[in-house]
């Protein structure tokens, strides 16, 4: 008797292969390959487990020229965005299937179709699908491809900061003024949107003070701007200056030192 587990419907699709309802010997199943049309033979459990894409077709030669990785890497395109849209159990489905998002008819049921239109878009492989219009469809009026670093910069939750009246988002901003995203998204959630000057400053934050140059008896001496400045006038080791100025240490390269931090 066959086991349940392994057990399909007629007309059950699953990756692009459709089972005929025909099972042959030792678990196997006749499959219709909804990427070629053609007819394959193809081991039930494999098909449920997601270990079978095709029959075979997706890495071998195929009418767009693709090299057999990156065609499965389309397929791959293709699987992902069905799930995010129809697969409740889908990490995306809450938002594109949840709110209605769904993909058109002739991209549905038919990976070809959506390959070709693909191939003659210029998809390649480090692109990714995108919809012009986030709250429609994805269908051929509606998407484009795109990298995923500008992908990135279109999500919804992304934070947007307006300088000199030019909306931007947090990750260009910081590839205009060479700060890295991530000490970026920091100081911004640390400081807010208000306070620019800070967020994208391109140095350590502890450097942006005034160093206060003090001799052994309390009488200043220099004001240095910056800490690689007073560094390079007293030839004292900037964390020496650091420890001193936070009150750990008497002095750094032979003076006292205090600091006042930046208006």
């Known amino acids: 008797m066959r086991s349940r587990k392994h057990h ?15 099972y042959t010997n030792a678990g196997r199943g006749i499959f219709r390959c909804t990427h070629c049309g053609g007819d394959c033979e193809i081991v039930v459990r494999d098909v449920l487990l997601g270990k079978r894409l095709s029959c075979g077709c997706l ?9 057999p990785y990156d065609y499965e890497r389309l397929f791959g395109v293709w699987r992902n965005m069905q799930s ?15 709110k209605g998002v769904t993909v058109c008819d002739e991209w549905r049921d038919n990976f070809r179709v959506f390959a070709k ?16 219009n986030l709250n429609g469809p994805y269908c051929p009026e509606n998407c484009t491809f795109i990298t995923m670093a500008e992908q990135a ?49 391109p140095g350590d ?5 005034t160093f206060i140059q003090l001799s052994l008896d309390g009488q200043e001496l220099a004001r240095y701007n910056r800490l690689f400045e007073a560094t390079k006038a007293t030839g004292a080791n900037p964390e020496s200056i ?3 100025c936070r009150g750990k240490g008497q002095t750094a390269g032979g003076f006292r030192w205090t600091c006042e931090a930046a208006i």
């Open 59 to 67: 890495h071998g030669k195929n009418p767009f020229g693709y090299a």
């Open 8 to 22: 399909m419907e007629k007309g059950q699709e699953i990756n692009g292969l459709v089972f005929s309802g025909a």
């Open 205 to 209: 934050l502890r450097e942006r003070r």
């Open 153 to 201: 910069r279109n999500k919804r939750s992304n934070i947007r900061i307006v300088i000199d009246g030019v909306d931007r988002c947090l990750t260009e901003w910081c590839e205009i003024y060479g700060v890295d995203f991530k000490v970026a998204w920091a100081r911004y959630q640390a400081y807010g949107h208000k306070d620019i000057e800070t967020i994208f400053y």
């Open 84 to 98: 995010r849209c129809y697969d409740a159990r889908s990490e995306r489905y809450y938002t594109y299937g949840a």
């Open 117 to 132: 239109w693909a191939h003659e878009n210029g998809w390649r492989r480090g692109l990714s699908i995108e919809r012009e």
């Open 242 to 244: 650091r420890r001193v």
